[in-house]
């Protein structure tokens, strides 16, 4: 009897948890004009690769900034959060090589969740992880042929994956302990959902434009943060 009544209250405080659980929103923005993207050269020398940019090249993504100063491909998280990661039962994310590029360049997940990587070009790339914290990893793909899956077991920010086949090809995978993350998106919003009540610092990672932190309280209605980068 005790038993069942231990149960049953930590199944109400869970629940409780969940209820007060509150969102993390907010906008990132970026003050002064960010270095041009310049166009991706190397492309018109590849027989493979040419053909596909008959109108022109592609141009570089390091810097995606909207009309207004909205800031892309900022990774947001809870600072100091640890062993709480879901990643075994998160559903999948999927990078894909096309056209010679990685979609997304920018991407986050969880430590022990599946990153599919596709290759749905005609010809050939190599997958080739350079991380710091975990086992690097290099694999042909041939075009069209089966997905490759990764998972990863220690956090890292910007776990980089390159083609060592086409040397333009880049993306940058942030590896995370805990479920409390977010990328933002063309216009600059992020939200990072059913995080517990209370005090927490917000990190805004971007790869060119480095870290700003905030301290926040979640509540169950939730908390609003933004960050402005600048180019100095």
């Known amino acids: 009897m005790k038993k069942s009544v231990l149960s049953?209250?930590?199944?109400?405080?869970?629940?409780?948890?969940?209820?007060?659980?509150?969102?993390?929103?907010g906008t990132i923005t970026l003050k002064g004009t960010a270095p041009a993207a310049k166009e991706i050269t190397p492309i018109k020398d590849d027989p493979n690769c040419a053909p596909?940019?008959?109108?022109?090249?592609?141009?570089?993504?390091f810097y995606v900034v909207g009309a207004n100063g909205e800031l892309a491909d900022v990774v947001v998280s809870l600072k100091g959060i640890s062993g709480q990661s879901t990643g075994a039962s998160a559903a999948p994310v999927t990078i894909d090589q096309k056209g010679a590029l990685y979609t997304p360049q920018?991407?986050?997940i969880q430590t022990g969740?599946?990153?599919?990587?596709?290759?749905?070009?005609?010809?050939?790339?190599?997958?080739?992880?350079?991380?710091?914290?975990n086992p690097e990893s290099n694999?042909?793909?041939?075009?069209?042929?089966?997905?490759?899956?990764?998972?990863?077991?220690?956090?890292?920010?910007f776990l980089k994956f390159q083609c060592d086949v086409h040397p333009w090809m880049f993306?940058?995978?942030?590896?995370?302990d805990h479920p409390y993350f977010a990328v933002s998106g063309a216009d600059g919003k992020f939200t990072i959902k059913n995080v517990p009540p209370g005090k927490y610092t917000l990190e805004a990672a971007h790869r060119k434009l480095g870290v700003q932190t905030a301290e926040i309280e979640v509540k169950a209605d939730g908390v609003a943060q933004d960050f402005s980068f600048e180019v100095k």
């Open 8 to 25: 049953l209250t930590l199944g109400l405080f869970a629940a409780a948890q969940i209820a007060s659980a509150g969102d993390i929103t």
């Open 52 to 61: 596909l940019y008959p109108n022109g090249l592609p141009k570089t993504k």
């Open 106 to 108: 920018i991407l986050a």
């Open 113 to 133: 969740q599946k990153l599919i990587v596709k290759n749905s070009d005609s010809f050939v790339h190599n997958v080739h992880t350079k991380p710091t914290a």
């Open 139 to 157: 694999q042909v793909q041939m075009g069209g042929g089966p997905d490759l899956t990764y998972t990863f077991d220690k956090p890292e920010p």
């Open 171 to 176: 993306a940058w995978v942030s590896v995370f």
